[in-house]
């Protein structure tokens, strides 16, 4: 007999089933949230690169899903798999942990262990997500089906839960925390591996407690079976034999006619769901593009409060909580009321509307996002920018062209860059230098497509040029970049953030990440006098600087100057388009789940489940070509999805006007003179696929 919580018809087996989902949630939302972030400042790839990995494991962890039902319904059962599964779960998370540890192997080692990691992570996350929700549904008796539509309310509730936690808090693990001298992604990747732990434990000290069901079948090989028999034998025979009113009538001679009618119905359903992966495509760049995006926009709150860019992740999960019971109960009711026919499949067009409306907004941000970026020189072409130490105004002449029309002011801000032609993929160009009645000649040696900074001071021997190469690209995590010249006649260390700065006399450092903030008193240290605290000012997000130390009237001080512009768009300005893409996933998601569920057989809704996952594994791979073949600017992608999108929510809403609903009620009254024998082989089949959780609530729609 089964266990009841006091005073209830819940069986006590669900509490495992809920802490152990929202579990794996926190480790699979947590992990996913640092991906972005991690693939660029850790293993160093670009932003398509980085984007291209980060939905192909999206990809795979929503085609995998397919399998998990396979070994379930077919060999298992639900339990055995969920705990073979999840453990393939938690090795993939050490995998990936191990990886992040800077001292173990080389950067070879650390992609290898990644992508092993991320692989396992995918086939555990997907092999058990057609099973949980299931399994917990399978431990109401039939009679208390109003408790087990309640559970799976608090089961999505908890996916919910699990996913907004994570997405702030292991961002924090992240940048906060630092080990191995930098982000400690170890600790970061580590966490949400533990919480993996925890939830394998929390099911397995359940299994006393839980109803477990034994293989059943699986429905969907059935109707590929099928599927395969109709087409062979239509091949086979069309020559020979009258044509038949539908494809799928030439697999009557061994499967039943309810069986054809099913699968007629679902491939009505399914031929829908062909639209559809363009709107995941938009809706999980989330945590890929509008990341990149958020890491080069100003993320302070205040004085005392800095947002992460891969926190920004958590609006979605936040704002769904908010908007499904305003969409339940409020607009939806309105809407009604106002006499408006607003059938599913004219939400979810809706739904397309809204998100292609979220990267319409992406696209104005990131239109001003890239003002304060730095663009490489062309072809044949080089940046340069020049710091004038010489002690007055300085005047500069290249051969062939006179790019620096004005003198260069002394001690002041350089010029924003200026691209300088090059002859050839790099050559030494002689540039005079005037200063002070004084004029010597430079000799710099120059590569296509590079920065660099040309620094001018003054000696006895006249004035000498040092050119410096510069690192113009943002920061990946949004920090400032910071490096210090020096001009005093000695070495000086410096300390900022806690990083330190080694600076031989005459020199410039290299560029280092520090925090963002105000560094009042930065702590130096001279080996012959006395260093006093350097006041920096504000390290703004985004920013390159560099800080020239020189001694005035016999006291040290700084020249900060800024060599890359400070991101000036603030991060409040991605809310709009968060609002609207989930306002998009409320409209699309929900209400695509809960339409499938209401128009299939059913002893098919597994069938369109694995459709409907296999929408969002297209989706990514749409992104993944798109990011790795098209080469376009951040902007114009948007707008070109945002365009692509609105485009096939039109061919959407044709094929819905030609779509004829089905009344649920009617499904069981079709083809009522084939309910013998085969009827009777497909009752397990109902009750098992009755319990599919992902079509009758939808409320929480976490995947």
């Not at 130390?549 to 388009?577: F, L, R, T, Y």
């Amino acid at each position: 007999m089964t266990k009841k919580l006091c005073g209830t018809n819940y069986p006590i087996s669900i509490c495992f089933i809920v802490v152990n989902e929202f579990c794996e949630r926190f480790s699979y939302y947590g992990m996913k949230a640092l991906l972005t972030i991690y693939f660029l400042t850790y293993l160093h790839w670009d932003t398509d690169l980085s984007t291209a990995v980060y939905h192909a494991f999206s990809g795979l962890c929503y085609f995998t899903p397919i399998l998990g039902a396979l070994i379930a319904d077919s060999w298992l059962g639900k339990y055995k798999t969920i705990i073979y599964l999840s453990t393939v779960y938690v090795i993939g998370h050490v995998v990936k942990s191990v990886g992040a540890i800077p001292t173990v192997g080389n950067s070879n080692v650390h992609i290898a262990l990644s992508m092993v990691g991320l692989i396992l992570i995918a086939f555990g996350t997907g092999g058990i997500k057609p099973c949980v929700a299931a399994f917990g549904g399978d431990q109401f008796d039939e009679a208390h089906i109003r408790e087990r539509q309640k559970f799976f309310s608090i089961f999505y509730m908890s996916i919910n839960a699990g996913s907004l936690l994570s997405t702030v808090i292991t961002p924090i693990l992240r940048g906060d925390v630092q080990c191995f001298g930098g982000d400690c992604y170890a600790l970061a990747f580590g966490v949400p591996a533990a919480l993996m732990v925890v939830a394998l434990v929390v099911f397995i000290a359940g299994t006393s407690l839980y109803k477990m069901n034994p293989p059943q079948g699986n429905i969907l090989l059935e109707v590929c079976n099928c599927i395969g028999f109709a087409i062979k034998n239509h091949l086979q025979r069309w020559k020979y034999e009258p044509q038949r009113r539908h494809w799928l009538d030439w697999a009557e001679e061994k499967y039943s006619k309810r069986l054809i009618q099913e699968i007629k119905m679902v491939m009505r359903v399914l031929v829908l769901y062909i639209p559809l992966p363009m709107f995941w495509a938009l809706f999980d760049q989330q945590g890929s593009r509008w990341t990149i995006q958020a890491a080069r926009m100003n993320m302070a709150f205040g004085n005392s409060f800095n947002i992460k860019p891969d926190q920004m992740q958590m609006l979605n999960a936040l704002l769904i909580l908010v908007f499904v019971p305003i969409f339940d109960l409020i607009i939806y009711p309105l809407i009604g009321f106002c006499r408006i026919n607003v059938t599913p499949l004219r939400k979810m067009a809706t739904g397309m509307i809204f998100a292609a409306l979220a990267f319409g907004a992406a696209t104005l941000v990131e239109v001003n996002v890239v003002k304060t970026v730095v663009e490489p020189a062309p072809p044949e072409n080089c940046l340069l920018q020049v710091f004038n130490l010489a002690g007055s105004n300085a005047s500069l002449t290249f051969p062939g062209s006179n790019p620096f029309p004005e003198p260069i002011q002394y001690l002041q801000d350089p010029p924003e860059y200026t691209t300088i032609p090059l002859e050839g993929p790099g050559n030494i160009l002689k540039t005079q230098v005037t200063s002070d009645g004084q004029t010597s000649e430079c000799h710099l040696r120059l590569i296509q497509q590079k920065a660099y900074s040309l620094i001018l001071n003054s000696e006895n021997t006249g004035i000498q040029c040092q050119l410096v190469e510069d690192y113009i690209k943002k920061n990946d995590t949004g920090n400032p970049f910071l490096r210090f010249f020096n001009t005093l006649p000695e070495e000086i260390i410096l300390t900022v953030d806690d990083v330190n700065f080694h600076v031989p006399s005459g020199h410039m450092s290299l560029n280092k990440t520090v925090g963002r903030n105000e560094y009042p008193e930065v702590n130096c240290s001279l080996p012959s006098q006395k260093c006093p605290n350097l006041d920096l000012g504000l390290l703004d997000f985004g920013a390159s600087y560099t800080v020239i130390i020189i001694e005035e009237s016999g006291n040290i001080v700084v020249k900060k100057m800024e060599d890359v512009k400070a991101n000036n768009v603030h991060i409040a300005w991605q809310i709009p388009q968060y609002a609207l893409i989930t306002a998009g996933e409320v409209l699309f998601s929900v209400t695509g789940l809960e339409f499938s569920y209401s128009q299939a057989p059913s002893n098919m809704k597994s069938v369109l489940q694995a459709g409907w996952l296999l929408t969002v594994a297209f989706g990514n791979v749409i992104v993944l070509i798109v990011a790795e073949g098209a080469g376009l600017e951040q902007w114009i992608e948007f707008l070109l999805f945002a365009c692509l999108l609105l485009g096939v929510c039109i061919i959407f809403s044709i094929m819905a006007h030609f779509y004829t609903y089905v009344d649920p009620e009617q499904l069981d009254k079709i083809y009522l003179e084939d309910s013998g024998k085969q009827e009777g082989d497909h009752d397990d089949m109902k009750k098992k696929t009755n319990d599919m959780p992902l079509y009758r609530t939808g409320k929480m729609t976490r995947l």
